[in-house]
């Protein structure tokens, strides 16, 4: 790849008007770098998102992980990656799903496994602070297990 081309790669892949299929097309034939950079692009669509959590560099999956538009499918897929930084990645993200936090709370992996208790103890501090109440007894019980 010429420099000129990484360069306009590099440009419309950080880009947030870039079109979703031309986000697409960069995938073919990029690297890592910039496969981060489309995996973290909010126009970045479902079933590129898909193509890049199977890509062989963690840093990528992580990304992946990060994105607003990932479906809660591939989340669910990452959040058992054989990388221990995708995992930890997800585990830090305040955005995650609580059911996904609770997981990884249990991670093999003693740092995952903090870093998810901790970020759900501070969304459960958050939640209470604004008023949001858990809507079931059970989840108020497993509120209170995980703060314990």
Known sequence: M?????NTRWAMAVN???????LAELIDDSPPHI???????PRTNAEALARLAVCEWPSVRAAVADN???PKDIVF?????ESVDVRYSIAENHNMP???LFALSED?????AMRASRT???????NLLYGHFPQSEDEGEQLSQQSG
């Open 16 to 22: 947030p008007n870039t079109p979703a299929m031309v």
């Open 77 to 81: 897929l990452l959040m058992r990656d």
């Open 120 to 126: 759900l103890a501070r969304i459960q501090g958050q």
């Open 108 to 112: 093999d992996n003693p740092y995952v």
């Open 98 to 100: 609580a059911e996904v």
């Open 2 to 6: 010429q420099n000129s081309d990484a």
């Open 68 to 70: 607003a538009n990932t």
């Open 35 to 41: 496969l981060e950079r489309i995996a973290e692009n």
